[in-house]
């Protein structure tokens, strides 16, 4: 046995799987403790196409970037291995987390107070902020992706459609974060783009805590597009110049400007700019997440609710006839067309239309220089 086989043998012995918590199209789910310590972990277990292509692209992003990030307010990838032989398999041995932002904007029995929006907003932002100083675009940043501690505090996790920025001149697929969190500029097709788009989700995710209710929901980009335009008016030029540019343009009505106070009629001065500049239509001018920490909204009162105050439900518990509704499995349909269409390429071969292009050698070797350097085999 090679020394990565036996290095990937130690760490696979190291944890002892309880009981599955979550199962999803494409991963698995769970709860597992540490032979040695005791402690409690998640176990998501991705299931991966054993091709000449080496891994699933996505299970090589969320891998990447959780080696490379290290913050309070991201998750925590504490080991990974490699399993089966049948149906290769990458597992990720996570924190435990066992409830997401989403559940608790749900869940009406909880109160909601200033102060505790303000919590969860300062720990998004600050994850998010050390992100993008790393380089990093989260890019399907919604309550669903952002896990709750049993001790209260915000994780932002799911970082299966991330990727590395910072060349002013690349071109990235438009097709990422969840449409109702998309901002106007990837639903208008352009393709180069930064940090802003993840901000725009921010806006939106602020939004809905508010108002415990998602604030911009479509059911196509064109609805979605619409909904946006109703709800902060018809972008002109001088909004965002040269946005009529953008590959997808097309003529929309014009909406008048609705004032956010209207809607956020509970909400501060403070917390209504704050709201404001991320969801402005020009990228260029949109807050970043440096920004927003040194925004008035963080240093007025109140204060934030320490996050072991926060409200918080009873953990649920594996829910049989709906055993995708976990945390840790995210149900970005992005995410899943993007494998889907992975897994068809791979099985085809890589030929035909409308499938994935063929990757040439040098892409190929990458692949698998990837997985070579994360121990994987």
């Not at 990458?90 to 409830?99: A, G, I, K």
């Not at 320490?306 to 649920?316: A, E, G, W």
């Amino acid at each position: 046995m090679d020394s990565a086989s036996a290095k990937n043998l130690a760490i696979r012995n190291l944890y002892a799987k309880i009981e599955k918590v979550g199962e999803g199209t494409y991963a698995s789910v769970f709860l597992a403790k540490n032979t040695k310590t005791g402690r409690k972990v998640a176990i998501k277990k991705i299931k991966i196409v054993n091709n000449a292509n080496g891994m699933d692209v996505t299970a090589i992003r969320e891998v990447k970037f959780l080696k490379e990030l290290q913050h309070p307010n991201v998750i925590l990838m504490i080991d990974v291995f490699s399993s089966g032989s049948v149906t290769p398999s990458l597992n990720l041995v996570l924190e435990f987390l066992d409830t997401n932002l989403e559940a608790l904007i749900k869940d009406r029995g909880l109160i909601f107070t200033s102060a505790d929006v303000k919590s969860w907003m300062a720990m998004l932002c600050r994850g998010l902020e050390y992100c993008h100083r790393n380089w990093v675009l989260h890019r399907d940043l919604k309550p669903n992706n952002l896990l709750i501690s049993p001790e209260g505090e915000l994780k932002i996790a799911d970082f299966g459609l991330a990727r590395e920025f910072g060349d002013p001149g690349s071109r990235m697929t438009n097709q990422v974060i969840t449409r109702w969190y998309r901002p106007p500029e990837l639903l208008l097709g352009s393709r180069a783009y930064s940090a802003s788009v993840d901000m725009w989700s921010v806006g939106c995710i602020f939004a809905e805590l508010m108002l415990r209710t998602p604030y911009l929901p479509g059911e196509s980009d064109l609805e979605q597009l619409t909904t946006i335009f109703r709800a902060l008016g018809t972008p002109t030029e001088r909004d965002w110049p040269n946005y009529k540019t953008l590959p997808d343009f097309v003529q929309f009505e014009r909406f008048p400007k609705q004032p956010l106070g209207e809607l956020f009629s509970a909400a501060s001065s403070e917390a209504l700019d704050f709201l404001q500049k991320c969801l402005l239509y020009d990228p260029l001018k949109r807050l970043t997440a440096n920004q927003s920490l040194h925004h008035a909204y963080f240093r007025t009162a109140p204060a934030p609710t320490p996050f072991k105050m926060l409200p918080r439900h009873p953990t649920k518990a594996f829910d049989p006839e709906d055993p995708a509704n976990h945390p840790l499995l995210s149900d970005s349909k992005e995410k899943n067309t993007m494998r889907a269409k992975q897994r068809k390429s791979a099985g085809a071969g890589g030929a035909g239309k409308g499938q994935k292009r063929k990757l040439d050698e040098a892409e190929i070797e990458e692949r698998k220089r990837l997985a070579r350097k994360l121990a994987f085999e």
